[in-house]
């Protein structure tokens, strides 16, 4: 995936001031940065979703706003904040979103029948998703974005709000899904996951990039946190404030 | 240093009414912010109400500044009754409640009840339709005046005020109730069926009603409004009169009346208040889980889109069906079109039969239930069962995204939604026609009515494709689904007419054949309808199919709501 200056400003507020990014085939790619640094803005206009005022994305060779069509056959997508359609249960959703693939009935079935199994959504049954948790409907999310077996998958924090358990899930299924050749871009501000699972590492704040390059590049003798505080500037509390917190 | 937190209590301000007013104003204003042509919908929304209240001033004041007495009462008990039956069931049927103050968001405040119910009511107090009924109402001053003096319109301006907040609390109550009462499913299914027997109930109430107009006069008429006025519907309005034609004992009387009803309301409305507070941590019924079976494919395709291939389209569909009936806020727009479609017809064709049987003294056909009386009357349902599309995609919310990333094309994604609609709807269309040539006795009308039924829906459907493209705005996400934003009511309102105006246009060439074919269209009027509405839906879904694979991105961020 190469992203080639993208920007996009919502009134007189720049969200995304030219973001250029090139993710490898192969690669893990980890696109870190603080609350409303534009992870999610990019991570839109670089799927489709949100058409950037300048710039370009380019998804496999192909441009994803010149021939959204063709592109978009080549990824998959887990957006954040973007409800699914949630009054259908977890079998229907994937069955819904295979066929707009454009898949075969038999093979949606036979990977839709997997996904769940090893997701560990079984027992929900015909648990309509707007009843799932915050990390049953995640991973429904990915199922989603895994039916297809696209080979680049795009995943807007895919381990906010879901407990130890569900995010091991998901860190081994992301991890296979790259040794068999697959690339995943995913955004995050954990910096423990992205330590952990990344070979490339990118950090965004206030719409542009700051740091760019593999893990080792970027973190060199410090711990990714120390380099994440240092970019983006922030402040320890000096305990003067909120004193009346403690009693 | 540090202070002492020992007592909370202490230093804590009261919440106050105002608190929720000034929160509204300023929730409306953030709305406006950097959408310069929302707020522009809104000024010319506003105007327009104001004209139209301003007109009904006049008409409320005419008695008074007339000199004809014997019509105040009249007018003061008519008007204002309707005006307490409009705020009860418009908001249910029509436009929806103006939400833009979540009583779910002060779930987690410590708020008494009394605190929050009176605090959303005076918020609810401050918009348009309440000053445009004010302003309208006040009408009935200038007649108190007119009569009994500087005492009568003071006791008029105290009425006028507790009617208003009559009205107010009447529509709060009733939606909040009917919104916890569609979320229990059997209730829900319970409803359905109430609310279709009362509606086929109002057309003989109607024919018993006009044929009563026809022949009393005004005395009896004078009856009905007196009696009228000693319900909470009339009671607000017609103290002023009251007053002012010498029977001041009556007022101190009917104000009491009005006050208890508002304090019963405001009870009713603060118990089910509560369970939309709670309701929302899950929205969706918590259904009964029988065993999976089948294939995913499988699950997804209800029985009724069975036949559906097994592909895009089909999935399109498939997943639009099980929406209309599992989204509340959609199945509250199918019930209200049964509701609709039903009532309407019956009302306008049987209401004319009314005056017929009365003025030829007997059952012999009349002669104003024509088949052009008919086709009218079928052209506004098939309109209004269309108009629900004119948000289609409003109701997907953000969840349209997964449309989008699949890059359906457009076509193909205006063509499944309107199958998935036709399959609740046309059943309907079908049932609406059966009825009435069951009630005027004219079986041979089934044919053209069924036909114009059709054609005007398959125009709506074009229609409303281009204006749910073109103009989607998205809805809140709240349990309640008759909830809508407040920039976004005066929005609704206008795109509603504009389509209506454009479906009318578009079916018209069905009323036109009617009136030219004459009985020739009792036979050609299913065929050539049938043939109409296909074809005019099909060409509205290519061309907005168009306009939508250009703006698939601009249309989910105008769908998504702003958090």
């Not at chain 1, 978009?72 to 949630?86: N, Q």
């Not at chain 1, 066929?99 to 929900?124: F, H, K, N, T």
């Not at chain 2, 698939?552 to 769908?559: D, H, I, N």
Request: proline share 4%; hydrophobic share 55%.
């Amino acid at each position: 995936m190469a992203l080639r200056g993208l920007a996009k400003r919502f009134d007189s507020k720049v969200a995304v001031a030219g973001v250029n990014l090139d993710v490898p085939a192969g690669s893990f790619y980890g696109l870190l940065g603080p609350n409303g640094a534009g992870k999610t803005t990019t991570l839109s206009m670089a799927v489709g979703l949100l058409r950037p005022d300048a710039g370009s994305a380019w998804v496999l060779g192909r441009d994803v706003w010149a021939d959204p069509v063709e592109a978009k056959r080549l990824f998959g997508v887990m957006p954040d904040g973007v409800r699914l359609f949630d009054r259908l249960s977890g079998a229907e959703l994937l069955a819904y979103h295979g066929l707009l693939r454009g898949m075969d009935p038999a093979v949606v079935d036979q990977r839709a029948a997997e996904l769940i199994d090893v997701l560990a959504l079984s027992d929900a049954g015909r648990t309509l998703v707007v009843d799932y948790s915050a990390g049953m409907k995640k991973k429904i999310g990915l199922a989603c974005a895994l039916l297809h077996g696209p080979r680049l998958l795009v995943l807007d924090e895919p381990f906010e709000a879901v407990d130890p358990v569900s995010a091991a899930l998901i860190r081994d299924i992301l991890q296979r899904y790259v040794t068999g050749g697959g690339t995943v871009v995913f955004s995050s501000h954990v910096m423990e996951v992205v330590q952990r699972l990344c070979s490339h590492v990118a950090i965004l704040a206030e719409g542009t990039i700051k740091r760019v390059g593999t893990l080792e590049e970027v973190r060199g003798e410090r711990s990714l946190e120390e380099v994440f505080v240092e970019v983006v500037g922030g402040r320890t509390a000096t305990g003067e404030e909120l004193s009346w917190l403690s009693r | 240093m540090a202070v002492p937190v020992t007592d909370p209590a202490r230093r804590v301000h009261p919440v106050k009414a105002r608190h929720f007013v000034r929160l509204k104003l300023r929730v409306i204003g953030n709305n406006f912010r950097g959408q310069a042509w929302r707020a522009v919908l809104f000024v010319i929304g506003s105007l327009v109400g104001l004209w139209l209240a301003a007109t009904a001033f006049f008409g409320l004041a005419a008695p008074g500044l007339a000199g004809e007495d014997r019509y105040a009462l009249l007018v003061a008990a008519f008007a204002g009754g309707l005006t307490v039956l409009g705020w009860l069931l418009l908001p249910l049927v029509f436009f929806g409640v103006d939400e833009t103050l979540d009583p779910a968001r002060f779930a987690l405040l410590p708020l008494s009840r009394r605190t929050l119910v009176t605090g959303l009511f005076a918020a609810a107090l401050v918009s348009v339709p309440t000053v445009a009924v004010l302003v309208a109402l006040s009408g009935l001053v200038v007649t108190a005046g007119a009569f009994g003096g500087w005492p009568a319109a003071a006791v008029a301006v105290l009425g006028v005020i507790s009617g208003l907040l009559l009205c107010v609390a009447a529509a709060r109550a009733m939606t909040s109730a009917f919104a916890s009462m569609l979320r229990s499913r059997r209730v829900r299914d319970l409803a359905a069926v109430l609310l279709a027997v009362a509606a086929a109930l109002l057309g003989p109430l109607q024919l018993a009603g006009l044929a009563a107009i026809r022949d009393t006069d005004w005395d009896r008429l004078t009856g009905a409004a007196t009696v009228i006025g000693w319900t909470p519907f009339g009671a607000p309005w017609t103290a002023g009169i009251d007053v002012a034609q010498g029977r001041a004992w009556a007022a101190p009387l009917k104000l009491l009346i009005t006050v208890v009803t508002i304090v019963a309301l405001l009870a009713w409305w603060s118990r089910s208040l509560e369970s939309a507070m709670i309701g929302t941590a899950s929205t969706g019924s918590a259904k009964g889980k029988p065993e999976v079976s089948g294939g995913a494919v499988a699950q997804l395709f209800p029985q009724a889109a069975g036949w559906l291939r097994r592909d895009r389209f089909g999935a399109l569909v498939a997943r639009e069906a099980r929406y209309w009936w599992r989204d509340a806020r959609r199945r509250a727009n199918l019930i209200t079109i049964a509701v609709i479609g039903l009532f309407v017809p019956v009302m306008v064709n049987v209401g004319g039969q009314g005056f017929s049987i009365d003025s030829e003294q007997g059952f012999s056909l009349p002669s104003d239930t024509s088949p052009l009386l008919v086709s009218l009357s079928m052209l506004f349902v098939g309109l209004l069962a269309a108009m629900t599309l004119a948000n289609q995609f409003g109701f997907d919310g953000s969840a349209y995204a997964a449309n989008v990333i699949a890059g359906i094309p457009g076509r193909l994604e205006l063509r499944a939604r309107m199958v998935a609609f036709s399959l609740y709807v046309l059943p309907m269309l079908v049932l609406v026609s059966v009825v009435m040539a069951l009630i005027l006795g004219e079986p041979t009308w089934m044919g053209f009515m069924a036909g114009t039924l059709i054609a005007t829906f398959g125009a709506g459907l074009a229609v409303n494709s281009f204006v749910s493209v073109l103009a989607a705005y998205s809805l809140p996400e709240t349990s309640n689904p008759f909830a809508m934003n407040s920039g976004a009511g005066v929005t609704k309102s206008l795109l509603a007419l504009v389509a209506m105006v454009a479906t009318a246009a578009t079916g018209l060439p069905t009323v036109i054949a009617a009136a030219l074919l004459g009985d020739a269209w009792l036979w050609l009027g299913l065929p050539l309808g049938v043939l109409y509405g296909v074809g005019v839906a099909l060409l509205g879904s290519y061309l907005a199919g168009d306009a939508l694979d250009r703006r698939q991105p601009e249309l989910l961020t105008a769908v998504t709501p702003r958090r």
